[in-house]
């Protein structure tokens, strides 16, 4: 199976079991909307990073076919 990175909603909407001297459900869900949103937040720069890797890349190639010396082969 491949690697799939949790996603935002996936934090959202985990849900926990309860019991009798369980954890405050008020702040266990407080925690889990903090963890999504720092989540959705690292996705989006990674997102944008990658765009700006790919557009960079984009550049270089088309700088290098422009001014790179030639390679000549006997």
Known sequence: MAYRPLCASQVRQQWFGRSR?????GEVDRFLHRVAD???VLH???ARTREENARIKGALRDWQSRFAPRVVRA
């Open 21 to 25: 001297n369980g954890l405050h459900p």
């Open 38 to 40: 720092e989540l959705a």
């Open 44 to 46: 989006a720069e990674l």
